[in-house]
């Protein structure tokens, strides 16, 4: 298929939600897309200044000084002591990798890319694009023969959902017999909140009592956007198996995909700077506080959302009629359905608005029911 078949982008369906929100009283409370609105930490902002004289190209590969920050990070961050810097590289935010890796892995048609049942649609749209067939399971033991690449998302978005030691290792397990390269999308890894991930790191797919001892056909996919408010510098990167990793830096060198200069010198400082992200998900937590119990209180059920960005949240109905009841009271969620069929009376609300909206979004929840 071509990019001309693609469906329109899903969240013009929102717009109509969107304008009821709009006209509460109070203002709109914006939860539906999770797009940071707390400032870029000082310390990176300074960094990206320090590096604009980039007269010259960037390397695909990343810098030395940016590929061990990587390393390191992994090592203090991830419990993943033993990447070397031919494990690592940049990307352009972690959505361009997303939608480009079955290209980049040069699947087509006949091909099977698996996906999380409840998933990120981005992981369709570049199975669409390069062709091959998409398949939504959860169940390691369903995954199909003939599947290709296979995507988990742990801490999950939307759900929040996060895989286990045991789970990944199984994952691993059934990727290998499969023959299937298995990419792992970590992005909220530091946003860990219930469960374990009250007190323990989120593993990764390369956590070494995961991988079996080597790092063969994996990947671990993450970004700054959320940790270090970096969305809109498109800064992340991916590690995992030196072999894979090889053939996406050959392909992306010929199609041009790097990420600016200042760009790599500014991830450098954020990735060896934990303070700034220690201090972000306490603003995030704060706010998660104050607006899981005003959703509780107003008739939803949270599920999953232990750890991520996000609250999973149902009344047992249908989302878009949920949708309709929160825009009433100004609020503005994302629908289930957007994250696949098995979704249908889900909403997703997410955790980048100020304090103060949050608050104002959770008095309107419970004066619903008052």
């Given at each position: ?5 693609l469906a ?17 009283p109070?203002?709109?409370v ?9 400032p ?23 810098t ?8 390191e ?8 002591p033993?990447?070397r810097?031919d ?8 959505k361009?990798l ?11 048609p006949g091909d099977v ?5 409840v ?6 749209v ?8 998409v ?8 995954w ?21 030691v045991p ?5 691993v397990?059934?990727?290998?017999e499969?023959?299937?390269?298995l ?8 946003l860990g ?7 323990e ?26 940790q270090?408010?970096?969305a ?5 990167f ?6 894979v990793?090889?053939?996406?830096l ?13 760009v ?5 400082v ?10 972000q ?14 959703l ?7 599920d999953?959302s232990?750890?991520g ?6 009344e ?11 825009a ?9 359905p957007?994250?696949?069929?098995h979704?249908?009376?889900?909403v ?20 619903s029911?008052?």
């Amino acid at each position: 298929m071509s990019v001309r078949d693609l469906a329109d982008y899903p969240w013009d369906a929102v717009t109509p939600f969107r304008e009821r929100a709009a006209a509460h009283p109070g203002g709109i409370v914006d939860l539906a897309i999770g797009s940071p609105v707390d400032p870029t930490p000082e310390i990176i902002r300074r960094a990206l200044s320090e590096a604009t004289d980039a007269h010259s190209y960037p390397q695909t590969v990343g810098t030395p000084a940016l590929r061990e920050a990587i390393v390191e990070w992994y090592a203090r961050r991830r419990g993943v002591p033993d990447l070397r810097v031919d494990n690592v590289m940049p990307t352009i935010g972690s959505k361009e990798l997303v939608a480009l890796l079955p290209t980049l892995l040069g699947l087509g048609p006949g091909d099977v890319v698996v996906q999380p049942r409840v998933a990120y649609p981005t992981y369709a749209v570049g199975a669409q694009v390069a062709g091959a067939t998409v398949v939504s399971e959860d169940d390691p033991a369903l995954w199909p023969e003939g599947a290709k690449l296979i995507w988990i998302n742990t801490p999950g978005n939307p759900d929040g959902r996060t895989w286990t030691v045991p789970e990944l290792a199984a994952a691993v397990t059934r990727a290998r017999e499969l023959g299937a390269v298995l990419a792992s999308d970590e992005c909220y890894a530091e946003l860990g909140w219930d469960g374990p991930w009250a007190t323990e790191p989120v593993p990764s797919v390369l956590d070494p009592r995961v991988t079996g001892g080597t790092r063969s056909g994996l990947l671990s996919v993450y970004s700054l956007s959320k940790q270090s408010n970096l969305a809109g510098y498109r800064a992340a990167f991916v590690a995992g198996c030196a072999r894979v990793v090889g053939e996406i830096l050959t392909a992306r060198k010929h199609l041009g995909l790097m990420p600016p200069a200042p760009v790599q010198h500014a991830m450098e400082v954020a990735l060896r700077d934990d303070e700034h992200v220690a201090a972000q998900k306490e603003l995030y937590r704060r706010r998660r506080e104050v607006l899981r119990p005003a959703l509780v209180d107003a008739g939803f059920r949270i599920d999953g959302s232990e750890a991520g960005l996000y609250l999973w949240a149902t009344e047992g109905r249908d989302a878009w009629e949920s949708m309709g009841r929160l825009a009433d009271l100004g609020i503005l969620a994302g629908p289930g359905p957007f994250y696949g069929d098995h979704s249908p009376e889900h909403v997703r609300l997410s955790l980048t608005a100020p304090l103060e909206r949050v608050e104002a979004a959770a008095a309107r929840l419970r004066g619903s029911v008052s």
